[in-house]
């Protein structure tokens, strides 16, 4: 199983970006989906998670500027990001507590994505 996140870049503040987490491997299911970021000489830090039926929850950091949205049938998490201002620049990534399929069954575990640089300008 592998997360593979999409739509790092650099923008100007008050500018937008998408980025984009597709899980592929031998999935059985997948619950809870997430974004972190970690800023430069900082710890890594929840910005926003989804259910798997689509309940979103958000750190009052990001609440009213970006959107968590997921397409189960795609295993693809989406983060539109929106007003973006030069603290939000970081390193993101994706998280998924994933089903998937062993030689004895299925087994549970959080995955991680290989990040995304997103950058601010002022």
């Known amino acids: 199983v592998q997360l593979v996140e999409s739509g790092g870049g650099l923008v100007q503040a008050g500018g937008s970006l998408r980025l984009s987490c597709a899980a592929s491997?031998?999935?059985?299911?997948?619950?809870?989906m997430g974004w972190y970021r970690q800023a430069p000489g900082k710890q890594r830090e929840l910005a926003t998670t989804?259910?798997?039926?689509?309940?979103?929850n958000y750190a009052d950091s990001v609440k009213g500027r970006f959107t968590i949205s997921r397409d189960n049938a795609k295993n693809t998490v989406y983060l539109q990001m929106n007003s973006l201002k030069p603290e939000d620049t970081g390193v993101y990534y994706c998280?998924?507590?994933?089903?998937?399929?062993?030689?004895?069954?299925?087994?549970?575990?959080?995955?991680w994505g290989q990040g995304t640089q997103v950058t601010v300008s002022s």
């Open positions: 998280n998924a507590n994933i089903a998937f399929y062993t030689s004895s069954g299925y087994s549970v575990r959080d995955f």
């Open positions: 989804i259910s798997r039926g689509g309940r979103p």
């Open positions: 491997g031998t999935i059985f299911s997948i619950n809870a």
